[in-house]
């Protein structure tokens, strides 16, 4: 049988070669936070105090409250990104929530992932038990890595990595280290966006298939420009009503039409406002 320990040994050997990444992608998380507006509770209330968490730290005044955070995150030094991720985020929540959530788990995710495919191609055959015991197939290394149960005490080594080398340092200065690779992180986040398939158009209702057909039909006769420019939104929707098509059915018909979504509008509009004389 696979020793499933060796994994839980391969994953943190993994998570320590990639420790410099850890902290890299910590420092670059970090940008913004000193602009972040400071808060604290009072009884029941979560009150802004007025001033940012750059600004207090700056003061030498502490981040995080007594009465809230984690405990592991507590006696840190006012001012220190230990300190800034016990603080409060403007929703009640500890700011090492969002860090967890956004870092830490993806990041470890993304190393079991790397253990378990440097497990399968170097203990092939211990790498074909450890699929049986967990009753996986391998296709899905993710899954995997779900069946094993490595990611969470991996969190824990991770976490205590970034205290170790972040913790007691100011953070004015963690969130200048992470700078650079902050806007290298915005630069591709961008460039993903612009790069997105289009969202697919909307599936049709079953009960538009008649109004659909007629709308198609009066498209091919009314010889406008496809897709249909909002120049063209009157020889549309009179084609459209010509066609047989009701008033009340156009605005459902026009999304699965080839229409420019200005052309939509003013669409829209014009059957609103009851125009072409219907």
Avoid at 12 to 26: F, K, P, Q
Avoid at 47 to 53: D, F, L, P, R
Avoid at 81 to 101: C, H, I, K, M, W
Wanted: net charge negative; proline share 7%.
């Amino acid at each position: 049988m696979f020793d499933i320990d060796f994994m839980a040994l391969l994953t943190r050997e993994v998570l320590r070669e990639r420790a410099a990444e850890l902290i890299a992608e910590a420092c670059a998380w970090s940008v913004g936070l000193s602009d972040q507006p400071h808060h604290l509770r009072r009884g029941d209330r979560l009150v802004a105090t007025g001033m940012t968490m750059g600004v207090r730290a700056a003061n030498g005044q502490p981040l995080s409250g007594e009465e809230d955070g984690r405990l592991e995150l507590g006696d840190a030094r006012p001012g220190t990104f230990q300190d800034a991720l016990n603080a409060l985020a403007a929703d009640g929540t500890v700011v090492a929530e969002r860090f967890d959530v956004e870092v830490v788990e993806p990041f470890v995710l993304v190393t079991c992932v790397l253990a378990a495919e440097r497990a399968r191609d170097t203990r092939p055959g211990a790498w074909a038990e450890l699929l049986d015991d967990l009753g996986e197939d391998g296709s899905d290394l993710v899954e995997v890595v779900r069946a094993g149960e490595w990611e969470v005490p991996l969190r824990i080594d991770a976490e205590h990595l970034v205290l170790a080398a972040l913790g007691g340092v100011p953070l004015v200065q963690v969130e200048a280290e992470g700078l650079p690779l902050s806007l290298v992180r915005a630069a591709e986040a961008v460039t993903r966006a612009a790069a997105a398939p289009p969202a697919p158009a909307p599936a049709p209702d079953e009960d538009l298939a008649g109004s659909l057909f007629l709308a198609h039909a009066a498209l091919r006769a009314a010889e406008v420009t496809v897709p249909v420019p909002p120049a063209q939104a009157e020889q549309l929707l009179a084609a459209l009503l010509a066609e047989g098509l009701l008033p009340e059915e156009v605005p459902a018909v026009l999304p699965h039409l080839p229409v420019e979504s200005a052309t939509v509008r003013e669409v829209t509009a014009i059957v609103a406002a009851g125009g072409l004389g219907y």
